[in-house]
């Protein structure tokens, strides 16, 4: 099916829908937030991604110390991770700044909401909600976000497909407007990352859930993925953006930044022309090939008018002269006579040969 996003019409016969995720890249700054919307537009974005959460709603300090060190991408934080979502936090006043420089810069707004308070208190900025990885088993919030009737954006990171069947049938049974993203919730940007992506996890989606959009959601350095994906037929790419990946911050390191986002988009748009039709056909642009490196039947000597046409009267060769009986039929032609003389060389039609 198809899916309208804001201005977009996102599915398999559509576009690829890209959408940047500024996430936590605002560094505490609404102008930093908004410089980087109008960064993203300018390489080539269709949408970009804010998160909004309360750092006491979304984490549990207690919980986190507890388990004796940070983990993961954490291990590098500076700070606690309490204290890193409470720097990223941003507040609901930004919610029509951000949605005003996104009109203004051409491209759709929304943001991931991590609890209820959030869902109800942006609906009234997003075309769409989007869903984060950890949220997918937190069915009661999928069944809120796809109760408000806009297109849910799934991701599936670090979650098993039975996880995932649950999922997408609470939110299909009230919303049949799913973007679901294959998606690896690893942030540490090693390239060793690349073999835990299972872009063909897109072809099960397929065939589990035909009636959803396919998707991904990224981490891994460069757009490697994204080809592969949008290969797959994913026509949701959600990547996170920065304008610098040396500052300070949980994203910035493995986000895009806007040179790579443009070549992404650039080889994306590359990608879906060459795709094209499952139709084998000669293309117009090869006409003129088919007629200069194929074949066809010639006369190898001389024919005088009448003679018979043997086999070793006759050459294969290039070009394929229109008109020019085809290689595959040089059997029908032998035992036929030329009906006038045939200089040698000369392609030899139908026309020229009677029984």
Known sequence: ?????????????????????????????????????????????????????SASKIVSDYGFRSLGGQQSHQAKWKKSVFEVYSDASISFDWSPELKKTCDEAGID??????????????????????????????????????????PVILATGAAAIGEVQRAVHAILRINPQLVLMQ??????????????????????????????????????????????????????????????????GPDHAFAMNPQSWAEMVENTRRLEKALGSGDKKIEDNEKDTSVIQRRCIRAADDIPAGREITRD?????????????????????????AVAAIPAGKEIRWTDLVE
């Not at 201005?7 to 398999?12: D, L, P, R, T």
């Not at 009267?313 to 032609?333: C, F, M, S, Y």
Request: some cysteine.
């Open 1 to 53: 099916m198809d899916i309208r996003i804001g201005k977009h019409v996102i599915g398999e016969n559509h576009p690829t829908y890209f959408i940047a995720d500024i996430a936590a890249n605002h560094d505490g700054s609404l102008e930093r937030a908004k410089m980087l919307i109008r960064l993203a537009a300018k390489a080539g974005a269709d949408a970009a991604k804010f998160q909004n959460f």
């Open 109 to 150: 707004y929304f943001s991931s909401p991590y609890d209820f308070d959030a869902i109800d208190r942006l609906e009234a900025y997003m075309p769409a909600y989007k869903v984060g990885s950890g949220e997918i088993d937190w069915l009661e919030a999928l069944e809120r976000m796809a109760s408000k009737g806009k």
């Open 183 to 248: 998606c690896n919730t690893n942030y540490t940007a090693s390239l060793e990352n690349f073999q835990y992506i299972n872009l063909r996890v897109l072809e099960t989606y397929r065939q589990m859930f035909p009636q959803v959009v396919l998707g991904l959601s990224d981490h891994t350095p460069g757009h490697a993925t994204v080809l592969g994906a949008v290969t797959l037929g994913a026509r949701a790419i959600e990547k996170h953006f920065t304008d610098d990946n040396s500052r300070e």
């Open 313 to 337: 009267l006759l050459d294969v060769l290039r070009p394929a002269t229109p008109g020019g009986i085809k290689p595959d039929q040089i059997e029908n032609v032998l035992g036929k006579h």
